[in-house]
């Protein structure tokens, strides 16, 4: 973008999900981060219930000047009518929709799809590699045929639940395995399983925020992750490390305690990091992702090296998330990352613009 461009930059966030609050609080720190001289920023709160509302808080403390942000928003406020906030241009502002939701209903392709209809730039990616990434099991389908290295895994529907310890035994999953709803993010509804007996309880937690679960062989390894940032010729970041204070990288150990250590850049040499940062690209590119994603991987040393976990396309953008921390070690502080995928949600729509749609 040239210094002199102004958009108004409209904020999503909230939304009808298990992971409502870790939005709030990402798009708290958006708002606070973005540059008033560049962004006249409206943020648009969605209910848990699916209503779409002003977000009067917010907007009231940005008028106050952004250091009257709270640490939270609340999707509160007057409601509004989801097209007619998403007009493509405003008082003859351009308008550029960040919707920064994550989990269903927002990070899957459905408020993609309703933007592609209304013709307006938004950030991330579009409606397939936003559904592909949010369905762990089919993203692990797809993975695979590019011949991405993962754990072994299967995936259930929740009429099979009573099945489940059948599945696993038939797949040759030797036990610690993890369970998860296929279409959630931030550790929400994750189980980590010892033993044949707790796996009933842990497959009935998944299908409580699920149709579809999936089940993987627990890896004793490293926690890297990598940030990807481009469209069609997307780079990655530095990777770091999770050093969890918990049995595993859990909701609380991300969002609640703190208490995880985040070792950025990761403590690998130099053809670990170059292999991870090749094979954070590849899963970007096999997915046909946009914008931004975080792909999370496990290293097993002197084992089978790195295995892709998932693909974040809307990753937390809180304090303690890992997305802005790997740019701004890689030298992309978070004001200018703000900036650059504004441009890139633009340059993709302008791309994207000029099919034909005559025979």
Same mark, same amino acid.
């Given at each position: 973008?040239?210094?002199?461009?102004?958009?108004? /930059?409209? @904020? !999503?966030?909230?939304?009808?999900?298990?992971?409502?609050?870790?939005?709030? #609080?990402?798009?708290?720190?958006? !708002?606070?981060?973005?540059?008033?001289?560049?962004?006249? @920023?409206?943020? #648009?709160?969605?209910?848990?219930?699916? &209503?779409?509302?002003?977000?009067?808080?917010?907007?009231?403390?940005?008028?106050?000047?952004?250091?009257?942000?709270?640490?939270?928003?609340?999707?509160?406020?007057?409601?509004?009518?989801?097209?007619?906030? +998403?007009?493509?241009?405003?008082?003859? =502002?351009?308008?550029? $929709?960040?919707?920064?939701?994550?989990?269903?209903?927002?990070? &899957?392709?459905? @408020?993609?799809?309703?933007?592609? !209809?209304?013709?307006?730039?938004?950030?991330?990616?579009?409606?397939?590699?936003?559904?592909?990434?949010?369905?762990?099991?089919?993203?692990?389908? $797809?993975?695979?045929?590019?011949?991405?290295?993962?754990?072994?895994?299967? $995936?259930?529907?929740?009429?099979?639940?009573?099945?489940?310890?059948?599945?696993?035994?038939?797949?040759? /999953?030797?036990?610690?395995?993890?369970?998860?709803?296929?279409?959630?993010?931030?550790?929400?509804? #994750?189980?980590?399983?010892?033993?044949?007996?707790?796996?009933?309880?842990?497959?009935?937690?998944?299908?409580?925020?699920?149709?579809?679960?999936?089940?993987?062989?627990?890896?004793?390894?490293?926690?890297?992750?990598?940030?990807?940032?481009?469209?069609?010729?997307?780079?990655?970041? +530095?990777?770091?490390?999770? #050093?969890?204070?918990?049995? *595993?990288?859990?909701?609380?150990?991300?969002?609640?305690?703190?208490?995880?250590?985040?070792?950025?850049?990761?403590?690998?040499?130099?053809?670990?990091?170059?292999?991870?940062?090749?094979?954070? =690209?590849?899963?970007?590119?096999?997915?046909?992702?946009?914008?931004?994603?975080?792909?999370? *991987?496990?290293?097993?040393?002197?084992?089978?090296? *790195?295995?892709?976990?998932?693909?974040?396309?809307?990753?937390?953008?809180?304090?303690?998330?890992?997305?802005?921390?790997?740019?701004?070690?890689?030298? !992309?502080?978070?004001?200018?990352?703000?900036?650059?995928? $504004?441009?890139?949600?633009?340059?993709?729509? &302008?791309?994207?613009?000029?099919?034909?749609?005559?025979?």
């Amino acid at each position: 973008m040239a210094s002199s461009d102004r958009v108004r /930059l409209v @904020v !999503l966030f909230g939304g009808q999900s298990a992971e409502h609050e870790v939005s709030c #609080v990402s798009a708290a720190h958006v !708002l606070a981060a973005s540059d008033p001289a560049r962004y006249e @920023v409206m943020p #648009v709160g969605i209910t848990r219930e699916g &209503d779409w509302v002003r977000a009067d808080e917010a907007r009231a403390a940005l008028a106050a000047g952004r250091g009257a942000l709270p640490d939270r928003l609340a999707a509160t406020g007057a409601a509004l009518e989801p097209l007619t906030t +998403v007009t493509p241009a405003v008082d003859g =502002l351009p308008v550029v $929709v960040l919707p920064l939701l994550h989990g269903p209903h927002g990070e &899957d392709g459905t @408020v993609q799809g309703m933007l592609e !209809l209304a013709g307006v730039p938004y950030v991330g990616s579009g409606v397939l590699a936003s559904a592909l990434a949010m369905d762990k099991g089919k993203a692990k389908e $797809v993975l695979a045929a590019h011949g991405l290295p993962q754990v072994p895994y299967i $995936v259930l529907r929740d009429t099979e639940v009573a099945s489940a310890r059948a599945a696993v035994e038939a797949a040759g /999953l030797g036990y610690p395995v993890f369970v998860k709803p296929a279409n959630l993010g931030s550790s929400v509804g #994750v189980t980590k399983v010892g033993d044949a007996a707790a796996l009933d309880e842990a497959v009935a937690t998944a299908a409580d925020y699920d149709e579809w679960i999936v089940i993987e062989q627990g890896v004793d390894g490293r926690e890297i992750e990598v940030a990807v940032l481009g469209n069609r010729e997307p780079r990655a970041s +530095v990777p770091g490390e999770i #050093v969890s204070s918990h049995e *595993f990288y859990d909701y609380e150990d991300k969002y609640v305690d703190g208490t995880c250590e985040l070792l950025v850049p990761a403590p690998l040499d130099e053809e670990a990091t170059a292999e991870v940062r090749e094979l954070a =690209l590849r899963a970007f590119l096999a997915l046909r992702g946009d914008g931004l994603a975080r792909v999370d *991987f496990f290293y097993e040393e002197g084992g089978r090296g *790195f295995l892709l976990n998932e693909v974040n396309t809307m990753p937390g953008f809180t304090p303690v998330s890992m997305y802005p921390r790997l740019w701004e070690a890689s030298g !992309l502080a978070y004001p200018d990352l703000i900036d650059e995928l $504004v441009r890139l949600a633009i340059e993709r729509h &302008d791309r994207r613009s000029r099919f034909s749609t005559k025979r």
